[in-house]
């Protein structure tokens, strides 16, 4: 909530000094005004001009000249010296405590698709090496990773939608199940568990000790993914897939993805793409609920840094690097075009983002403001 008038976040300051919070609460006057935030615990001032002011609705954050972040709450009423002071301070702890938690966990936090609630389920963030990508010039890279590294990370994805529980992809496994614990869910919750693809950052949560991790899963695999794997052509590469194949053969579903228009669901909500090239049945999938769309792209990319603003690059592991960056183009076209959230497995926290077209050809991807999540 905003703070109407200095008196009013003194006296704010004061009926919550009682509890441990480490925020600030600010004064909004007209964007580029000076401002006076105050701290609940030290009751210390200090002045910092805005260039904007906070979006209605959101809690959004700023720095001052010590690096300090200061959180500055949304307006929902204007507060008048009737207000009791206990609502007032439980309704902003409540407000701060749910920014906090996707704030500062950078692992796990949940975003709604319409009636959707989608969780991201990282294992944790990373610099790639510009050594994995092939089509690039030095002109590209001095623009886009100068460093000669890029922001990546390794995503699964759970959705909850109708009564059931999804689970998109499994990454290595090194904290899967602990970021599912920590939303309240165990592996025996999982309805299904639903592949982008088969390599290992990918599939490596899926067994435990050589068996299945998700006892009452049925799992997902596009037909020429499955097929891929279970072929001479996958070579030594195949084991890993090949267990988890046999791990679960009594539950094992195969498909095939339409095209990026098409409407038919593999499961409530859920529309399989493909969006092949990194894998020979490498599949993306539409979520929408209530009118609501997000494009969760699997692998389409692993720099978005470069693979944004020059989505012909690809990488050296892509079974056929051309097909996966034609199919690259052809959706991030559509999903520019349609003005459709996206999210991948390897997109830095938090995942999820809105991408546009540029006047150069390529486009330009804006993340998400955690702010939306929980």
């Known amino acids: 909530m905003r703070i109407v008038s200095q008196n ?62 200061i959180y500055i709450l949304p307006a929902i009423h204007k507060i008048k010296n009737s207000v009791p002071s206990v609502p007032l301070c439980l309704i902003s702890i409540l407000l701060m405590t749910s920014h906090f938690s996707a704030a500062q966990n950078e692992n796990v936090i949940t975003f709604d698709v319409g009636s959707i609630a989608l969780t991201v389920l990282s294992e944790g963030q990373q610099q790639g090496r510009t050594s994995i990508l092939i089509g690039t010039t030095e002109e590209m890279l001095a623009k886009t990773a100068p460093d000669g590294t890029f922001p990546n990370a390794c995503n699964a994805f759970l959705m909850e939608n109708a009564g059931k529980i999804i689970l998109f992809d499994a990454g290595y496994g090194r904290k899967l199940f602990d970021n599912i614990k920590s939303v ?150 559509y999903v520019s075009d349609n003005d459709i959230r996206i999210a991948g497995m390897h997109n830095a926290f938090p995942a999820l983002g809105h991408v546009k077209a540029n006047a150069t050809g390529g486009y330009t991807h804006t993340p998400v403001c955690e702010c939306e999540g929980r």
Not at 190 to 204: F, N, P, S
Not at 255 to 283: N, S, W
Request: hydrophobic share 35%.
């Open 184 to 333: 309240g869910k165990t592996e025996s919750d999982v309805d299904a568990i639903v592949l982008t693809h088969m390599h290992g950052d990918h599939i490596g949560g899926l067994l435990r000790d050589g068996q299945k991790a998700f006892p009452q899963a049925e799992l997902y695999i596009p037909q020429a993914e499955h097929d891929y794997w279970m072929s001479d052509a996958a070579g030594n590469r195949a084991t890993q897939a090949r267990n988890v194949i046999a791990a679960y053969k009594d539950r094992l579903r195969l498909f095939t993805p339409g095209e990026i228009d098409d409407t038919k669901e593999l499961l409530p909500g859920i529309h399989p793409v493909a969006a092949y090239g990194h894998t020979p049945g490498h599949t993306g999938y539409m979520l929408e609920s209530d009118g609501k769309k997000l494009f969760l792209w699997g692998d389409l990319t692993h720099a978005m840094a470069v693979q944004m603003p020059y989505p012909q690059v690809s990488v050296t592991y892509d079974t056929d690097p051309k097909m996966a960056a034609a199919y690259r183009l052809k959706l991030l076209k």
């Open 8 to 69: 009013d976040a003194g006296r704010f300051t004061k009926r919550c000094a009682s509890f441990s919070l480490t925020m600030r609460i600010v004064f909004l006057p007209p964007a580029g005004k000076s401002v006076k935030t105050y701290s609940p615990n030290t009751q210390h001032t200090m002045n910092q001009t805005l260039t904007s002011a906070s979006p209605k609705g959101k809690i959004t954050q700023h720095r001052d000249t010590k690096n300090t972040e």
